[in-house]
């Protein structure tokens, strides 16, 4: 089992940044891959940012991609989204996820929220 944490979340303007972090309860050597989804009021949860244990390979969603930046620092065992010139469309709860390649588990934090507000 992994717990993630989740932190950073709150209130901003459009136009503003935010950044998020996550924690994992264990070493992130084991975690494969780590990223960020989030879930808005009535939608489905998508992937936002994704990032893998190695090679620090990433993957943006359209929408995030140039405007937010995934780092993990395996040190640490944290994983960082930055996040900025933030919309109204970005609202949205974000969670945490890790993903271990050896028992193909997904782990999930309970998930911060970030409202972009004028």
């Known amino acids: 089992q992994v717990q993630l944490v989740e932190s950073g979340g709150g209130l901003v303007r459009p136009g503003e940044s935010l950044t998020l972090s996550c924690t994992a309860s264990r070493s992130s050597e084991s975690l494969d891959i780590l990223g960020w989804y989030r879930q808005a009021p009535g939608k489905k949860r998508e992937r936002v940012a994704v990032?893998?244990?190695?090679?620090?390979?990433?993957n943006y969603s359209a929408s995030a991609k140039d405007r937010f930046t995934i780092s993990r620092d395996n040190a640490r065992n944290t994983v960082t989204l930055q996040m900025t010139a933030l919309k109204p469309e970005d609202t949205a709860v974000y969670y945490c996820m890790a993903f271990t390649k050896a028992t193909e588990n997904f782990f999930w934090g309970q998930g911060t929220q970030v409202t972009v507000s004028s």
């Open positions: 990032i893998t244990k190695r090679l620090l390979t990433t």
